[in-house]
């Protein structure tokens, strides 16, 4: 069992691991995330190991105080630094053109570099006792279901990892929102737990661009992400889907609505309470996805933008696997 307490002495001894260039789990505010010495490409392979990840898909790099940004970037824009003031520590992911102390393995071969100042007490502690910048991308095998506990770390990566630093439920259970500020304009590129109408708050305009996996360079590569391996199916919002007795239906309810299925998983009270959806979204998954269902539904979902972050991470894990 790799799972520690987040006690001073387990984050000091996870420090030590990241420092010696080993994998640390940990978590954070949004999901967990598997942590490596980001000034070591040595130490970053082991992420890739562990994930199978593709090495054309750049990792975040998370740090602790401000002044770790300066080292790694070679401008940063007063985008950048509007946004940095206004969400750090928090869910949101600054992209900057960076310095040739980032390995290229973390940026996948681009110019620039992603960074992310986490507010977990957990992963601010760890990463200050570390005094180095750390690359995480979440916690779970390249492709399947973010993990939101400490746990779903263990079932998924127990083995390839030396510590997990248990946090409990991360608060926001959606990934960080991604802001490219290079061109000196806010370009978002992942939808998250940041909505663009805080960034369009602080910045005065947001634009959208693609995120790094679905530019052309890997063309349909990566329809499908965050999947369950059950089948999941979205339904419109009045559809009712037909019923086959020998079919074993699992139903991710927001709200009062609910349709007939063996399993059930509440997400929320009101079909509007975003932030519930979106705090209960991966563990349900992860429960459900673990019962041999042969079938999954959910509702689709609109509203506010956070509803659409979470809309695109069900797109993705519905998306049909190459
Ligand atoms: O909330 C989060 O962001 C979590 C926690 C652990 O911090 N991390 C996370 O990492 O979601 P990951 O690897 O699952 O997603 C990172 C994504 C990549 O898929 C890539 O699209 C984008 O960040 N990214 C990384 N570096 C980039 C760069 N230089 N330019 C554009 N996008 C980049
Ligand atoms: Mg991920």
């Known amino acids: 069992m790799a799972i520690f307490r987040g006690t001073e002495e387990n984050i000091k001894k996870a420090a030590k691991h990241l420092q010696k260039n080993n994998l640390v789990a940990f978590a954070t505010e949004t999901v967990y995330g598997l942590g490596a010495n980001a000034l070591s490409a040595e130490a970053c392979e082991k992420i890739f190991k562990a994930k ?28 950048a630094s509007d946004l940095a003031e206004a969400f750090w520590p ?12 980032v390995p290229e393995l973390i940026t996948a071969g681009l110019d620039t570099v992603a960074i992310r100042m986490p507010a977990h007490p957990l992963a601010l502690a760890l990463l200050s006792e570390a005094k180095i910048p750390v690359a995480a991308p979440s ?62 708050r602080i ?67 009101q079909d509007d309470d975003f932030k519930s959806i979106a705090h209960n979204l991966f563990s349900a998954l992860h429960r459900l996805d673990s019962l041999g269902l042969d079938i999954i539904y959910v509702y689709e979902l609109t509203g506010n ?8 991470r069900l797109l993705k894990a519905a998306a049909k696997r190459s």
């Not at 401000?66 to 940063?76: I, K, N, P």
């Not at 928090?90 to 102390?101: R, S």
Request: glycine share 8%.
């Open 52 to 79: 199978k990840r593709p090495k054309y898909d750049p990792l975040i790099v998370h740090i602790a105080e401000m002044y770790q940004v300066t080292d790694l970037v070679q401008e940063v824009p007063k985008v």
């Open 203 to 269: 910045t005065g305009s947001v634009q959208y661009g693609k995120a790094v996996l679905e530019r052309p360079l890997a063309p349909g590569q990566l329809a499908s992400h965050y999947a369950p391996n059950t089948k999941l199916v979205i339904l419109k919002k009045d559809e009712n889907p037909g019923f086959a007795q020998s079919v074993k239906i699992g139903f991710l309810q927001m709200g009062k609505g609910t349709i007939e299925a063996d399993e059930v998983e509440v997400l929320s009270e």
């Open 139 to 200: 916690a779970n095998p390249f492709g399947y279901l973010s993990p939101t506990t400490a746990e779903h770390v263990d079932s998924q990566l127990g083995e390839e990892v030396d510590i997990i630093l248990d946090g409990g439920e991360c608060d926001w259970g959606i990934e960080s929102t991604i802001v490219d500020c290079t061109s000196g304009e806010a370009i978002i590129l992942r939808q998250g737990a940041i909505s663009a109408e805080d960034i369009r």
């Open 305 to 312: 933008d956070l509803a659409a972050a979470i809309m695109d």
């Open 90 to 101: 928090g869910p949101i992911t600054i992209v900057f053109k960076k310095t040739d102390l």
